[in-house]
């Protein structure tokens, strides 16, 4: 069986974000970016499966910009055996990306599709739902655990603790923060990664319309909350709170 | 148009957030619809009738609804959509689940975890984990939309809509419920609790957790906690307070042990009044707290909760 994951990239997660003076968007000249970290636990459990010998082969996708091949060879580095970027420098929505996916899965044949809940950036949380959606495919979202057999036992984490589940194959899962702990590439396998290989296709090609939905109007610096005051002691914090904040 | 929110149950109860999502619709305008899918499910469709504003329920009474997986109840949502401008419903786990999947088979985008309705067309949201806020208009002839409804304040009660049985879709047969693990708390639940008492780090075992359990007990407060600590194993997932766990604003939020990252403060900085207890002067959580005791936790908690004792 095949696995197909996802790999978004992202600003970093350790960079503190500045929205533009504009405000058309985030700056993202001169910044660091990285593999979206869901996705890097989507690659990690692709390839411990392939180590057990669940997955035969593992297909890195991503789409955006040239600079994805990065991302993609990050996920090669890690393990994955080859990588398709759909190149475009046009913003792609959710909706578009898994229109994108569909035109992949439907050539690859993957039997197991495995993306981050969600991107660190526009924190859609959407893109694995609607390729499930678009495919027909059983959905296994916010994934703790997952066994592969007849068909693919998901724990997954719901509001009130987690939840079991039993999907057909092919299935389409998302993600959640402990399914793994993502491996860091070696040298070596950074090395060989240079070697695998990585088809490049664009939407044109793919026949997918990927014109956005969503106009973004303008993005801007969140309300900011004030910093309070420090206290000396639990009786002058008890004594503020009854009668200043009047909240116990 | 008219607006159809989609209600999370247990069969006998609507989750507290259904009142919130009512409130956004009505903002949106329009006739305001619930959606109560499930299986037996005649007590939730008659408390979701009883939210002000509602103007009617649908039930659907199928037994492939029972456990709410999103590959059947999307196909129903699906069959009611034309009839509707908007489709919203809490950004909850059972929303982040159902509303792409209904999104992508309406071939339409959806607005994830909108804070603000600006007009029926037009929303803010947060971005980069709320370091940003996108207002975004959708373009799509059906808006399908998640609120965050920590930003709603929930619709009254009172109501009196008529409950209209409808037919259900039956399964698609692609997934099946097999059980859950769910906490077992006496103590409020985190969403909806007006008092917070959430620890990090800081605590060093999940033993040291029993200590704001006591705490928690005194103020009728929920408990819950940073990603640090549920990563470290101190507590369990559904304690997880931040961007990727759950987004809360109670009165009252106490942060014990927890330092402040920007994933954490995403999740709780719209409480209303901030409490941080923090051995590190400069922990970014004393930038966003109403108030700060720089000290041992080990100290100021047991004598906070002997102080609030005493009351």
Same mark, same amino acid.
């Given at each position: ?67 994805? !091949? ?62 499930? %959606? ?38 389409? #899962? ?25 088809? !490049? ?25 004030? %910093? ?15 009668? /200043?904040?009047?909240?116990? | ?35 109560? %899918? ?31 997986? %999103? /590959? ?16 919203? *419903? ?8 159902? *509303? ?36 975004? !208009? ?101 304690? !997880? ?51 700060? #005791? ?18």
């Amino acid at each position: 069986m095949k696995v197909l994951v996802a790999v978004k990239r992202v600003i970093d997660y350790n960079v503190k974000i500045r929205v533009k003076a504009d405000k058309t968007g985030v700056e993202t000249a001169n910044v660091k970016m990285s593999m979206n970290p869901f996705d890097e636990i989507a690659v990690e459990e692709a390839i411990r499966m392939k180590e057990k010998g669940k997955a035969t082969e593992v297909i890195a996708f991503s789409a955006g910009p040239a600079q994805c !091949q990065e991302t993609i060879r990050t996920a090669l580095a890690m393990g994955a055996d080859r990588g398709v970027h759909v190149l475009s420098d046009a913003e792609l929505q959710p909706l578009a990306v898994a229109k994108l996916m569909k035109a992949v899965v439907d050539k690859e044949q993957p039997g197991l599709v495995i993306v981050g809940k969600q991107a660190i950036d526009d924190d859609s949380n959407q893109t694995g739902q609607m390729l499930a %959606a678009l495919l027909g495919w059983s959905q296994g979202t916010f994934a703790n655990k997952l066994e592969i057999g007849e068909g693919v036992a998901v724990k997954r984490e719901v509001d009130g603790g987690l939840e079991n589940v039993m999907l057909k194959l092919p299935a389409v #899962i998302t993600t959640d923060l402990r399914l793994n702990e993502p491996r860091y590439a070696s040298l070596p396998n950074i090395m060989k990664a240079k070697k695998k290989p990585i088809e !490049q296709l664009t939407s044109e090609a793919l026949g997918v319309d990927v014109a956005p939905r969503l106009k973004t109007l303008k993005v801007e610096e969140p309300p900011t909350r004030k %910093a309070g005051i420090k206290v000396k002691t639990v009786a002058e914090l008890v004594e503020k709170l009854k009668n /200043e904040a009047g909240v116990i | 148009m008219s607006v159809l929110v989609v209600a999370a149950h247990d069969g006998k109860t609507v989750r507290a957030n259904v009142a919130n999502a009512v409130a956004a619709a009505t903002q949106i305008g329009g006739d305001v619809h619930v959606l109560v %899918a499930g299986s037996g499910a005649g007590d939730a469709a008659k408390e979701a009738a009883a939210i002000a504003g509602v103007a009617k329920v649908l039930q659907a009474e199928d037994a492939a609804y029972a456990n709410w997986m %999103a /590959e059947d109840v999307a196909a129903l949502v699906v069959k009611l959509a034309p009839g509707y401008g908007h489709i919203v *419903m809490a950004a909850d786990n059972v929303g982040k689940n159902l *509303m792409p999947r209904v999104a992508a088979l309406l071939d339409v985008a959806q607005v994830s975890e909108a804070i603000q309705i600006v007009s029926p067309d037009t929303f803010v949201r947060p971005i980069y984990a709320g370091n940003a806020m996108a207002t975004v !208009q959708s373009t799509d002839k059906i808006k399908v939309v998640t609120v965050r409804p920590t930003n709603f304040k929930a619709a009254a009660g009172g109501g009196s809509a008529a409950i209209e049985q409808i037919g259900g879709a039956g399964s698609a047969g692609l997934s099946n419920y097999v059980g859950a693990e769910i906490s077992k708390s006496e103590r409020p639940e985190l969403t909806s609790a007006k008092i917070v008492v959430s620890g990090g780090r800081g605590l060093a075992s999940g033993e040291n957790f029993k200590m704001l359990e006591t705490l928690a007990d005194k103020l009728g407060a929920g408990l819950g906690a940073s990603r640090a600590a549920v990563d470290a194993g101190y507590v369990p997932n559904d304690y !997880q307070v931040g961007q990727t766990g759950k987004v809360v604003a109670p009165d009252l939020y106490i942060a014990i042990g927890i330092s402040g990252a920007i994933q954490h403060l995403a999740g709780m900085k719209d409480s209303k009044t901030i409490v941080a207890i923090n051995k590190d002067e400069e922990a970014p959580i004393f930038q966003v707290a109403d108030y700060g #005791i720089v000290g041992d936790l080990f100290q100021i908690v047991p004598e906070l909760t002997a102080a609030i004792e005493k009351k």
